[in-house]
């Protein structure tokens, strides 16, 4: 098995030469631009990610997208996020994370722009694919730039704790952004993703004087054939969810079923056998780095998924508008802003994998108390709800960065975001495909409702009990 992740890097992780005696070094006067500048762009990604969870009623319709394929585009940022997330951290590592972020931000605001002129639901999911693709390389660089720009200690712990708030804040700006320019016109939903676009160009005219090029001391090469059999096999599995809404049982669901399985063994032999692996299998024997990928995976499969499809169903259920569909979900998101940016208070007395017990319960508490909800005629009785997960989801964001980064080693930071990432994602994309499945499984969109909240609830109850067992063991 290759070693390449677990290697003790005897110089720093930038190639920079030293500076003279006396003088700056230069990445401490650019810490707190690089920190600015990873945070917009990553803003900016998610609210890309979050723009359809508002604009899909509209865009569907623009699209002529049927309800049973309406999972695709939601999903399409997801799948290109988790297809490519692990390769572009490795990308990132080996070959320069200002490099792969740079490209990112500049291929998001290119592809956001093409997602508003499709004009076929295919075409529009190949955009957001290609969305995806872009925003994996500003996550997996990012985290790797903040590591290189701020040392170990409490300055690297606020770091990353406001750099999980902007994943929050990004995720609450997007659906109020692209709602009210959506609500502009007819055609309003395709301008707020030329809008989006714009803005990720903007940040992209920045990051070459704000940001220091940093990279592993020892670049390898790209798993190109571990990412592809990954990709197709998440691929596989999101469209056997979306096919099982109409039979569980169906021979074409079963298949697909058997190809992911088969796509996962591949993936797994050829991590195991490749020099150059994007992911050393043998981290999963560490318990930290089992906690965070299985945090990342159930925040996406529990929390993420909810949440994606949550409004379009209160627009159905509760005839809520556009905007006010959205500015119920900035309740959530927005508190979960605030709750990852007051999370960096609990580090020294409160462990991450503890923070993200606590965030899983929390939400899957608030989460049962918004059954019934949907078919109450009343908004107001999601509030409650809405506000405790979104403590409870500011609590995961605060605490899944800090420990991807800190389950790797350091020289591989922006694999462990990777990965990190990429199981949020693949959590994401599996996660929407069946809360629409088991919501539109009944004619009784209420119901639907109900039983996708109370699936959300017990996903988040069985991630809590994990990560309370993944600890590391003494002696």
Excluded: C, K
Aim: no cysteine.
């Amino acid at each position: 098995m290759s070693t390449r992740l677990v290697r003790t890097p005897t110089t720093a992780p930038s190639t920079a030469p030293a500076p003279p005696p006396g003088a700056r070094t230069p990445t401490a006067p650019r810490a707190g631009a690089t920190l600015a500048v990873t945070s917009a762009a990553t803003a900016v990604a998610l609210m890309t990610y979050t723009a359809p969870m508002i604009t899909l009623p509209d865009t569907a319709a623009a699209l002529h997208t049927p309800l049973s394929a309406q999972a695709w585009l939601l999903n399409g940022t997801p799948l290109g996020l988790a297809a490519v997330l692990l390769v572009a951290g490795s990308l990132a590592d080996d070959h320069g994370r200002r490099r792969i972020f740079l490209s990112g931000t500049v291929a998001l605001g290119i592809t956001t722009a093409l997602a508003a002129l499709a004009d076929s639901t295919w075409l529009f999911t190949l955009a957001r694919v290609a969305q995806g693709a872009a925003s994996a390389a500003i996550l997996a660089s990012s985290l790797g730039l903040l590591v290189h720009a701020f040392p170990a200690g409490p300055g690297r712990i606020r770091a990353t704790g406001i750099w999980g708030a902007f994943v929050s804040g990004g995720i609450a700006a997007g659906p109020p952004v692209a709602g009210g320019i959506a609500s502009l016109g007819p055609d309003g939903w395709r301008w707020a993703y030329a809008v989006l676009g714009l803005a990720a160009l903007v940040v992209a005219a920045f990051v070459p004087r704000a940001v220091t090029e940093s990279r592993a001391a020892h670049p390898g090469r790209p798993d190109l054939a571990g990412a592809s059999a990954l990709g197709l096999a998440l691929t596989s599995l999101v469209a056997a969810l979306t096919l099982g809404r109409d039979g569980w049982l169906r021979a074409p669901v079963g298949v697909l079923l058997a190809v992911t399985v088969a796509l996962l063994a591949a993936f797994v032999a050829v991590e195991r056998r490749g020099r150059n692996p994007m992911l050393d299998l043998g981290l999963l024997r560490r318990p930290l780095f089992l906690a965070s990928t299985t945090g990342g995976l159930f925040t996406g499969f529990s929390v993420i998924a909810l949440f994606s499809y949550l409004p379009t169903l209160l627009q159905h259920t509760l005839g809520l508008s556009t905007m006010h569909a959205a500015w119920l979900f900035v309740i959530w998101s927005g508190t979960s802003f605030v709750a990852a940016l007051q999370a960096r208070r609990l580090a020294g007395r409160v462990s991450p994998r503890h923070q993200l017990a606590v965030g899983f319960a929390l939400h899957a508490v608030a989460v049962l108390t918004m059954l019934g909800a949907a078919g109450g005629g009343s908004w107001l009785r999601l509030l409650p709800g809405l506000v405790l997960s979104g403590v409870g989801s500011g609590l995961l964001n605060a605490a899944l960065p800090l420990l991807a980064v800190e389950s790797v080693p350091a020289e591989r930071a922006a694999m462990g975001s990777g990965a990190n990432n990429t199981a949020r994602y693949i959590g994401s994309a599996a996660g929407v495909a069946l809360m629409i499945a088991v919501s539109t499984s009944t004619d009784d969109l209420a119901h639907g409702a109900d039983v996708a909240m109370a699936v959300s609830a017990g996903l988040g109850l069985l991630a809590a009990v994990i990560v309370l067992l993944l600890r590391e063991r003494r002696g």
